[in-house]
């Protein structure tokens, strides 16, 4: 398996065409997976907005009073509310604000970025990244599989690490559940996210901060003969653990 970053990208601007960006600075083949990252998917899609876009409601200055209580830290309602607007749930609400976005993934605010932002002061996630990388692919001039990816904090580890967002040609899991180990015993629970590791080998050619690039290709890595489904983000009902924040207070 061969990973690369591409190099050569503009800065992405709402209307851009992502995928006739990338055909440009690179020579897709059939069969690769091309790793996008979520801020020029939203740059694109004209997702960047400024504080002054979002009027704070009562929640919001409540959330931002008791932030501030918490951290010593000024806390602006109107970022308060542009997390409020892009969640479907708000699962804790200190010390920090801990969202269901309206796609299903579950991050600290909303996934709102403040950062590598020109000429706006938010830049808020793709509304629909699954449809994101299926348009992108679509517009791609080799038969490849699409991973939109974003950072992510993690429970129980420090650090964040690149997970997939939404993703296209491809499905996210490997279900190994009914094949044998080398044993001979039959395999009851494993359940691969293979989206979750393309997205974090991109992340490691890709890179953060002001040099980063944003678009990575893996290459020569197959699927494999396998099942496959696209469970990637737990319904309320299996989530156990989202079930217990539910209960719990700071």
Not at 3 to 20: N, R, T, Y
Not at 44 to 57: K, S, V
Not at 110 to 136: C, F, H, K, M, Y
Not at 178 to 201: C, F, I, N, P, Y
Request: charged fraction near 30%; include cysteine.
């Amino acid at each position: 398996m061969e990973v690369f970053a591409v190099p050569g990208l503009p800065e992405i601007e709402a209307g851009d065409d992502v995928a006739a960006l990338i055909d440009e600075q690179a020579a897709l083949r059939d069969g690769d997976v091309v790793c996008v990252a979520s801020t020029i998917v939203s740059k694109a899609e004209g997702r960047a907005y400024d504080l002054a876009d979002f009027e704070a409601g009562h929640r919001a200055r409540a959330i931002a009073r008791r932030l501030e209580g918490i951290s010593g830290d000024e806390k602006d309602p109107r970022f308060a509310q542009a997390v409020l607007e892009e969640s479907d749930e708000l699962v804790m609400t200190a010390p920090f604000l801990l969202t269901v976005t309206r796609f299903g993934h579950i991050t600290v605010n909303a996934g709102i970025d403040r950062s590598n932002v020109p000429d706006a002061d938010l830049l808020l996630l793709p509304e629909d990244p699954t449809a994101s990388a299926e348009a992108i692919r679509q517009g791609l001039s080799a038969d490849v599989s699409v991973v939109v990816t974003d950072t992510s904090g993690r429970p129980f580890r420090h650090g964040q690490q690149a997970v997939a967002l939404g993703w296209a040609g491809m499905y996210a899991n490997r279900d190994w559940r009914g094949e044998r180990d080398r044993d001979g015993r039959e395999l009851g629970v494993t359940v691969q996210s293979v989206v979750d590791e393309l997205a974090s080998t991109a992340n490691l050619v890709t890179g953060e901060g002001d040099g980063g690039t944003p678009v990575a290709v893996v290459r020569e890595w197959e699927f494999g003969d396998h099942d496959g489904h696209d469970l990637l983000f737990r319904d309320l009902e299996s989530d156990f653990v989202r079930q217990a924040l539910r209960q719990w207070s700071y």
